[in-house]
């Protein structure tokens, strides 16, 4: 798979901007600025052609900057997010709908390049045909995102093959979660978005805002989703020791505080 | 001025158990199929209002830098005939029945009879053609021009105009022997001269040389055609015709030498990643132009790191380069680069051997990164 040619790729990143101790500095929202900056920076060394929109989670989706090519720009206010208050709800038909309605938009074209050729009101071929990728970085342990009355967009985008539904879900350690924690569920929600037989489309991560293991499973949201393998394969494992050869795509290794998963549909994880 | 007669009489075979419909549809798939793709045929029509089956088709045929429209005639009411052709004027200059091996042999139950004939014509066409151009060409230009059919046979050669005399040619460049692609010219007994020529030639055609001479050979002009499907990248430059100290015996095969040159070095870069990819799983790998590679490693259980591996153009003459990015250690909110240029290496090594000692040169390259790494960010920000 991954020596196809995989055309471009168009990414929507949605950033939590839930805070789960209001007034208090949001750690989460720090570690998902480096997730954005990891991921379009990687990237940026593999010459792929990609386009990036920012939308920010409050009780729904919020477009912030529709798909660009500059990502300086892009970056500059992803920096500048701010999240301050704590929300108790989360809306997904508005985040699937603002995915669909991007589906629909025109590939943005380099400024040395002709503009669009598609007439007004008809979609972009040249758009239909990229990889359309949803990059959902949540934090919000007690909050079950829910789809209220509307799930067409999200019916419409879940049989689509130019449609891939990334998540990251940053948590407390078990030991530091309420009673009230529902964790498990909003996990087992996001893993529920990728709706393929065999659940290996999406790449779905969880952990704590630990940087180190946020930003190993960040990085591997950088290759096109087209050409990457089924999750848990990405990481090299390589030793100091001369004798040793290198164990390819060895499973990140959970630790006490419930990170780093590999594989996930059997078996998931309790966090 | 068209022309319609032929001289040639039909063989008479046996009907076989196929329809003769099958039988015609079998020729014309045959000529559709070919690989080279130099027929295309459109317009199906009836001879007659009450006649069974389509029998006449418009073709467009490639010859050289042009196309040139021509009308088959079958027969619906004497399918073992051999086709007559409606020719444009040009065509009809340059193909004399008379001349066509394939045409006496015509058999209807040979699915390759009517490629084979319009692949003789086409050969036909292109001999005569050049034969005329030389004839029309002072001692200087004649001798070029025979050295490049010496050269290439399938060049197409042809007057440009009857005052200045330029001559215009056009030379395929072919992937080596060595690359061979699966398709190619198929070996047929019946074959005439045309497919003699093309036999054995089966390999893929990736470009064309064009040059225009002028009887003098003092204003030579010279460039490559490519197919559109083959990027910018992957093009060579056309060197320019010196005159007086170029001739065509050895700058045609310099040409190509070239421009094949620039195609192998995709693929020995192709290679390598491929190799490098049986040892370490990439994260991303440039499956366009094989320039790039990525991949995650986890070194020691302590330390991440991507290692961003960059060939260039000159590859393996010039060595792969290794860009290492910290993944968990950031200065404000980027990663921390660092570059190796070098390391043990030579050009003449194969892919395998490159890759291995990458990998043999990696956990102590990331090592030292690791250490640069943690003085530039400081004990205090590490995880």
């Known amino acids: 798979l991954r020596w196809t040619q995989v055309g471009p790729e168009r990414i929507v990143f949605f950033i939590d901007l839930h ?45 912030l ?18 999240g301050t208050e704590a929300f108790q709800s989360l809306d997904m038909s508005s985040v699937f709908s603002t995915l669909l309605e991007r589906k629909q ?54 049989t689509d093959a130019d449609f891939v539904m990334d998540a990251l879900f940053v948590h407390p350690p078990p030991s530091k979660q309420g009673a009230e924690s529902k964790a498990q569920a909003v996990f087992d929600f996001l893993i529920d978005l990728d709706r393929s037989s065999s659940h290996d489309r999406a790449y779905c991560f969880e952990s704590t805002a630990n940087p180190r293991r946020v930003l190993r499973n960040a990085v591997q949201l950088a290759p096109h989703a087209r050409q990457r393998p089924p999750q848990g394969d990405l990481l090299n494992v390589l030793t100091s020791s001369p004798a040793s050869s290198p164990q390819m795509g060895a499973a990140v290794p959970g630790a006490g505080e419930g990170g780093g998963m590999g ?8 966090l | ?86 020719l444009d004027e040009l065509s009809d200059a340059f193909i004399k029945y008379e001349e066509l091996q394939t045409l006496r042999t ?59 005399l330029n001559v215009e040619c056009v030379v395929p460049i072919r992937r080596s022997a060595g690359q061979a692609s699966g398709g190619g010219a198929q070996q047929s007994e019946q074959a005439g001269e045309a497919r003699g020529a093309d036999a054995g030639k089966g390999r893929e055609i990736i470009g064309h040389l064009v040059m225009i001479l002028d009887q003098e050979l003092t204003q030579v002009r010279t460039s490559l055609q490519y197919p559109e499907t ?4 992957l093009r060579a430059v056309c060197p320019g015709w010196e005159p007086g100290n170029t001739h065509v015996f050895d700058f045609v095969p310099m040409v190509q030498s070239r421009v094949l040159q620039k195609m192998q070095a995709m693929d020995g870069r ?18 366009a132009l094989f320039l790039r590679s990525s991949f995650l490693i986890e070194l020691d259980a302590v330390f991440e790191v991507v290692v961003h591996v960059r060939l260039t153009p000159s590859f393996p003459e010039e060595q792969p380069s290794l860009v290492l990015q910290s993944v968990s250690y950031l200065v404000d909110r980027q990663p921390i680069h660092d570059v190796i240029l070098e390391y043990p290496y030579s050009p003449r090594w194969g892919a395998r051997q490159i890759a291995s000692q990458i990998l043999a040169i990696l956990p102590s390259k990331i090592r030292e990164f690791r250490a640069k790494v943690q003085s530039t960010v400081g004990e205090a920000t590490a995880p």
């Open chain 2, 270 to 287: 192709k290679e390598a990643l491929k190799c490098l990819s049986e040892l370490l799983t990439p994260l991303h790998v440039d499956s």
């Open chain 1, 105 to 158: 938009t025109p590939l943005v074209k380099p400024p040395s390049q002709a503009p669009a050729a598609a007439p007004q009101g008809q979609i972009d071929p040249a758009a239909q045909k990229a990889l359309l990728r949803g990059v959902f970085l949540y934090s919000r342990t007690n909050v079950v995102p829910s789809f209220g009355t509307d799930k067409s967009a999200f019916e419409a985008l879940s």
């Open chain 2, 1 to 86: 001025m068209a022309s319609t007669a032929h001289e040639a009489a039909a063989v008479r075979r046996p009907q076989t158990a196929q329809s003769t419909t099958q039988l015609m549809q079998a020729l014309l798939r045959t000529v559709l199929r070919d690989p080279r793709g130099y027929f295309k045929l459109s317009q199906p029509f009836k001879s007659s209002p009450t006649a069974p089956f389509n029998d006449r088709f418009k073709m467009s045929v490639t010859l050289g830098s042009g196309i040139a429209d021509w009308t088959l005639l079958l027969n619906a009411r004497n399918p073992e005939a051999p086709p007559d052709f409606i």
């Open chain 1, 263 to 270: 594989a996930i549909p059997v078996g998931r994880p309790i």
């Open chain 1, 19 to 63: 805070n789960e101790r209001p007034g208090q500095p949001n750690s989460e929202l720090e570690v998902f600025k480096q997730c954005v900056n990891t991921i379009i920076l990687t990237k940026g060394h593999m010459l792929s052609q990609a386009e990036y929109a920012l939308c920010v989670l409050l009780e729904g989706a919020v477009l």
């Open chain 1, 65 to 82: 900057s529709d798909f660009t090519l500059d990502t300086n720009e892009l970056l500059k206010q992803v920096n500048s997010l701010e």
């Open chain 2, 230 to 233: 083959v990027s910018e990248e």
């Open chain 2, 106 to 164: 015509w058999s209807l139950d040979q699915p390759t009879s009517l490629l084979d004939l319009l692949m003789e014509m086409r050969a036909l066409f292109r001999h005569n053609r050049a034969r005329r151009a030389i004839a029309f060409s002072n001692e200087k230009l004649g001798f070029e021009l025979e050295s490049l059919l010496g050269l290439e046979d399938e060049s197409e050669i042809r007057l440009l105009d009857k005052e200045k």
